[in-house]
T-cell receptor, first 113, second 115 residues
Framework: DQQVKQNSPSLSVQEGRISILNCDYTNSMFDYFLWYKKYPAEGPTFLIS?????DKNEDGRFTVFLNKSAKHLSLHIVPSQPGDSAVYFC????????????FGQGTTLQVKP | GAVVSQHPSWVICKSGTSVKIECRSLDFQATTMFWYRQFPKQSLMLMAT?????????EQGVEKDKFLINHASLTLSTLTVTSAHPEDSSFYICSRLAGAWDTQYFGPGTRLTVL
């Protein structure tokens, strides 16, 4: 039972354009969502997060949007840079779950110069 | 800089042997650490929650007798893969809580290959 889903395994965008990575979840108890960036053979690096009391969180070039009614979140990267090329995972957790994160399958982003 | 380290970064072993992976919290005393496993082109799957001074909590389907976790100090958790088999070949990653909500800092991972 995949509670967090990233239905696009890969995405390719041109440098300078916007990258939009999508994530859907099924468990309505999730109240905290995170995006991680991962390079091959390395551990994930935290990018940005959002709690369920918000619908948007912005940090520099990265913005995460949360649509609770649709159980959907997205990560916008603008402008995209070649260094952003990596695998992006969304993750979710809920209060009282002692910090456990449920990860999506990941989306490989390629930003072409 | 890195706040979680893992050792070794990669290991190759023969089937039937045991392998120990260390996870260290470098800047913070962590009472709770997590162990994940990632198969190629798949998601990170939580294996267990490592609790300092007490038994680890394993996720459903993870054999506790095969994946031994020891969290003997506030900065070190170890995962021992006992009697490893080729199907245990994977990328093992540990993490600790960052303090804010459920954000976690991850180690660089350990690539295990069982021949």
């Amino acid at each position: 039972d995949q509670q967090v889903k990233q239905n696009s395994p890969s995405l390719s965008v041109q440098e300078g354009r916007i990258s939009i990575l999508n994530c859907d979840y099924t468990n309505s108890m999730f109240d905290y969502f995170l995006w991680y960036k991962k390079y091959p053979a390395e551990g994930p690096t935290f990018l940005i997060s959002i709690s369920s009391i918000k619908d948007k969180n912005e940090d520099g070039r990265f913005t995460v949007f949360l649509n609770k009614s649709a159980k959907h979140l997205s990560l916008h990267i603008v402008p995209s840079q070649p260094g952003d090329s990596a695998v992006y995972f969304c993750a979710a957790s809920f209060s009282g779950n002692t910090g456990k994160l449920i990860f999506g399958q990941g989306t490989t982003l390629q930003v072409k110069p | 800089g890195a706040v979680v380290s893992q050792h070794p970064s990669w290991v190759i072993c023969k089937s039937g042997t045991s392998v120990k992976i260390e996870c260290r919290s470098l800047d913070f005393q962590a009472t709770t650490m997590f162990w994940y496993r990632q198969f190629p082109k798949q998601s990170l799957m939580l294996m267990a929650t490592s609790n300092e001074g007490s038994k680890a909590t394993y996720e459903q389907g993870v054999e506790k007798d095969k994946f031994l976790i020891n969290h003997a100090s506030l900065t070190l958790s170890t995962l021992t893969v006992t009697s490893a088999h080729p199907e245990d070949s994977s990328f093992y990653i540990c993490s600790r809580l960052a303090g804010a909500w459920d954000t976690q800092y991850f180690g660089p991972g350990t690539r295990l290959t069982v021949l």
